[in-house]
């Protein structure tokens, strides 16, 4: 019983191994197979380009609020296609200077 148990002791680590391996073999060429299937990357012909005007900046302006529609009756909810554009429709404003916290407010 001592030997058969000595060398199950050793064959079953090497059994074990040799699964590992032929697993990670497995993964590899399957990488590579899927790989293979994917599309080309793009030649540099393809890639985008800066417009011939340079890159383009940001625009900050400081924007008038728009008025939130409100039901006609208080148990209807207004659903979001029922509100105006998303928040940025609203008119530039005439007075462009940024509000700032003031410190002596608090």
């Known amino acids: 019983m001592t030997a058969s148990s ?7 680590p090497l059994a074990a191994g040799l699964i590992l391996v032929v697993a990670l073999i497995w ?3 399957l990488g590579i197979r899927v790989r293979r299937r994917e599309s080309a990357a793009p030649r540099p012909e393809e890639q985008p380009r800066l417009p011939e005007t340079g890159p ?6 400081m924007r008038e609020p728009d ?14 296609h029922q509100l105006s554009g998303g ?5 530039r404003s005439e007075d462009q200077r940024r509000r700032r916290w ?3 407010s608090g």
């Open 56 to 61: 383009t900046r940001e625009v900050q302006e």
């Open 67 to 80: 008025e939130v529609p409100h039901a006609k009756d208080e148990r209807e909810r207004l659903t979001p």
């Open 102 to 104: 003031d410190s002596h």
């Open 87 to 91: 928040g940025s429709s609203g008119k």
């Open 6 to 12: 000595g060398v199950a002791v050793g064959i079953l």
């Open 27 to 29: 993964a590899v060429r």
